[in-house]
């Protein structure tokens, strides 16, 4: 039994999925080599003098024609099952199915464009994953055969990335780097990690840096009355701060009676 026919279980044709089904289809008799059946004329009269090849290729080709019906119907919703119960010629009914079912060709090219066009790396967010999702897109564009060269891949991938990266697309221009889709993306998330590093490193200085100034704070107390202490602190910069002379009553900062 082929595993591949779950696949036809779970994905039924049911009049609006024939591009995905047809898909599908062919993937389950790829794998048992039938596929042929779907394209080919089925062969309705032996030649004469046929050689005993030929005979069992006639024979097997039949033989085919009639297991791929049965997968064909046995993936239909029993609505469909019931306009193509009497399939005979499997490439007669596909070319019929085709008319009916099939999507433009035009149609599912737009809709496979699309996204990889519109598709933007939000800031912040991973070039990796982000990569690995335009990769997705690009293969379906493969499959359809939008004739989309390497250069347009690249030209669509550097412009769906946000503005901090716009260093690293200047210079891939100006040096006109010649590198493939994979190429790119791995020199995408190198240059995410000099990011990400060049900015841990500011933020160590910045918090160095104002550590040192906190030095530069100095202490002095005055008594005021019954005993409490008042203490005040005062950023100087680095310069010692002299304590204030004389007696008297009040706040700390307040005049002298």
Not at 104 to 110: F, N
Not at 192 to 208: C, D, G, L, P, T
Not at 245 to 254: A, L, N, R
Request: hydrophobic residues 35%; contains cysteine.
């Amino acid at each position: 039994m082929n595993p591949l026919t779950l696949i036809m279980e779970t994905n039924k044709f049911n009049g609006a999925n024939y591009n995905d089904w047809l898909r599908n289809l062919r993937i389950v008799l790829d794998f048992e080599n039938q596929g042929y059946v779907l394209d080919k004329p089925l062969p309705t009269v032996l030649p004469e003098r046929s050689s005993p090849e030929e005979r069992l290729m006639f024979e097997k080709w039949h033989e085919d024609n009639y297991k791929v019906c049965s997968i064909i119907l046995a993936s239909m919703t029993n609505e469909i099952q019931k306009q193509y119960d009497r399939i005979e010629d499997v490439p007669s009914t596909m070319l019929r199915m085709k008319d009916v079912y099939a999507v433009p060709d035009r149609h599912i090219r737009y809709a496979g464009t699309k996204p990889f066009f519109g598709t933007k790396m939000a800031e912040g967010s991973s070039v990796h994953s982000h990569g690995v999702k335009m990769l997705s897109l690009m293969e379906k564009l493969e499959d359809l055969k939008a004739g989309l060269n390497n250069d347009t891949y690249i030209d669509v991938i550097l412009q769906s990335l946000p503005p901090s990266y716009d260093p690293f697309i200047v210079n891939y221009n100006m040096n006109r780097l010649e590198k493939s889709i994979h190429e790119l993306i791995n020199m995408l998330v190198q240059y995410e990690a000099m990011i990400h590093k060049s900015e841990s490193a500011v933020f160590v200085r910045e918090a160095s840096t104002f550590k040192a100034k906190g030095k530069g704070a100095r202490r002095w107390k005055r008594k005021k009355s019954k005993g409490t202490v008042v203490t005040a602190i005062v950023s100087t910069g680095g310069a010692p701060l002299a304590a204030p002379k004389g007696k008297g009553k009040g706040k700390v900062g307040g005049s002298q009676r």
